[in-house]
T-cell receptor, first 116, second 112 residues
Framework: EAGVVQSPRYKIIEKKQPVAFWCNPISGHNTLYWYRQNLGQGPELLIRYENEEAVDDSQLPKDRFSAERLKGVDSTLKIQPAELGDSAVYLC??????????????FGPGTRLTVL | DAKTTQPPSMDCAEGRAANLPCNHSTISGNEYVYWYRQIHSQGPQYIIHGLKNNETNEMASLIITEDRKSSTLILPHATLRDTAVYYCIVRVGSTNAGKSTFGDGTTLTVKP
């Protein structure tokens, strides 16, 4: 079974340019997460989707970041315009909805963004 | 979600048990303890989780204190490939809710 797929793996852009990241979760996983991970720190949640609905976007900097998951499957995270401080690894994760009990998250390999 | 505290780094000799502690003194009754690890340049990988009882799987064992304010992840026979950053997080487990705040984790270095 394929894991969480992210593309591109690496992206280098100049500041003020737009950038987009794509994520395809594990088949059947209704919940999708986007995280940002700065160097030497743990992942920080940006947004969580349940199917196509963004149910927690309180940590998403809405002035420049946007996300969508139109058909409740794959998702795109966009930054426009990018700033130097946006350099980080952007991780996508998915997990299944379902019955009570622990729900582990499955992470993709991430997209490493460098803003020059 | 409750906050966790972990030592920033630990060393372990290859073949020995690695015991990684985590404090979560403000954990709520419906919050699970999860452990993930992140090997360099990869996404975090789920290891194990538990609510009250100790748990064991093919990767590790999780020991949760009776008051649930702390836990220990045990890798019984550490190998060089277990070198990674280990994250302890607590979150409500019955849904996918919660921010799964990762913190900065413990960097475990397994030495030959």
């Amino acid at each position: 079974e394929a894991g969480v797929v992210q593309s591109p793996r690496y992206k280098i852009i100049e500041k003020k340019q737009p950038v987009a990241f794509w994520c395809n979760p594990i088949s059947g996983h209704n919940t999708l997460y986007w995280y940002r991970q700065n160097l030497g720190q743990g992942p920080e949640l940006l947004i969580r989707y349940e199917n196509e609905e963004a149910v927690d976007d309180s940590q998403l900097p809405k002035d420049r970041f946007s996300a969508e998951r139109l058909k409740g499957v794959d998702s795109t995270l966009k930054i426009q315009p990018a700033e130097l401080g946006d350099s980080a690894v952007y991780l996508c994760a998915s997990s299944p909805l379902g019955l009570a009990g622990g729900k582990e998250q499955f992470f993709g390999p991430g997209t490493r963004l460098t803003v020059l | 979600d409750a906050k966790t505290t972990q030592p920033p780094s630990m060393d372990c000799a290859e073949g020995r048990a690695a015991n990684l502690p985590c404090n979560h003194s403000t954990i709520s009754g419906n919050e699970y303890v999860y452990w993930y690890r992140q090997i360099h340049s990869q996404g975090p990988q789920y290891i194990i989780h538990g609510l009250k009882n100790n748990e064991t799987n093919e990767m590790a064992s999780l020991i949760i204190t009776e008051d649930r304010k702390s836990s220990t992840l045990i890798l019984p026979h550490a190998t060089l490939r277990d070198t990674a950053v280990y994250y302890c997080i607590v979150r409500v487990g019955s849904t996918n809710a919660g921010k799964s705040t990762f913190g900065d984790g413990t960097t475990l270095t397994v030495k030959p």
